[in-house]
C-alpha cells in the first residue's frame, strides 16, 4: 500500500493542492487507524481533506494485487476517494455506488478480463448498478 501511495501521490496532490507528503501521510495513518480493506478483492481507502469544494476518486486495479495487511496481501481493486466536509453527502453516495457496483456477481470477472483503462471505464459507468443521486 505504501508503494501505492507513492506512485500515485503527486496526481491526486496535484489535482486538490496538497503535498504529495500529506497526501501519503494522511492515506497511511487512515490505514494504520483502521483497515480499508473490504475483503481480499477489494480496498477503499479514503480521507477528509482541507479547505471547500474539493473531491477526488482514483481507480487502480492490480493483477498481481496490493498488500495491505497479512489477511488482505492481494487486493486487486482500489478506490482511493478524498472529499472536503461540505461534500460528505457526495462522498458516502460515492462510497454506496461503488458497493452496488463491486456487489455484481460478475465484477470480479470483468474487472480482471479487462484490457485496458477505456474497458475499466466502461465497466464503471456502463454497469446496471443502482445510481444514487
Known amino acids: 500500500f505504501e508503494d501505492l501511495m507513492q506512485s500515485v501521490s503527486s496526481t491526486i496532490a496535484e489535482e486538490i493542492g496538497m ?3 500529506e497526501v501519503i501521510t494522511r492515506f497511511l495513518t ?7 480493506a473490504i475483503s481480499e478483492f477489494l480496498a477503499i481507502p479514503h ?3 482541507d479547505g471547500e469544494n474539493k473531491m477526488f476518486l482514483t481507480i487502480i486495479r492490480c493483477k498481481s494485487g496490493i498488500k495491505f495487511t497479512e489477511e488482505e496481501s492481494k487486493i486487486k481493486a482500489v478506490f482511493l476517494l478524498g472529499g472536503t466536509k461540505e461534500k460528505r453527502l457526495l462522498h458516502l453516495k460515492t462510497l454506496a455506488s461503488i458497493a452496488t457496483l463491486v456487489s455484481q ?11 485496458n483503462s477505456t474497458e475499466i471505464k466502461n465497466l464503471m459507468l456502463l454497469s446496471n448498478r443502482k445510481r444514487f443521486y
Open 19 to 21: 503535498s504529495e507528503q
Open 30 to 36: 487512515r490505514q494504520n487507524e483502521s483497515n480499508t
Open 47 to 49: 480521507i477528509v481533506l
Open 105 to 115: 456477481s460478475d465484477f470480479q470477472k470483468n474487472w480482471m478480463k479487462a484490457n
